[in-house]
């Protein structure tokens, strides 16, 4: 089970949007009809797959591997 740490951005700030590849990221199940938009009005699938709750993260993090 995830932490709110490890779910939101910043729950202390009051900021309960997806941590940008937390444990609610792409984790929903993509809407067949209705919403199309979250809560502020952002697409409600960004990335291929809906997040888990009432908004839906617009960032894509970058991996980056180092190799040495």
Known sequence: IATPAEMFKSV???NYKPKTLGALCNKGTNPTSG???DLLGFPRVAFGVVDLGCYES???AEMVIVVR
């Open 12 to 14: 202390a700030a009051k």
């Open 35 to 37: 919403e199309t938009t």
């Open 58 to 60: 617009q960032s894509k």
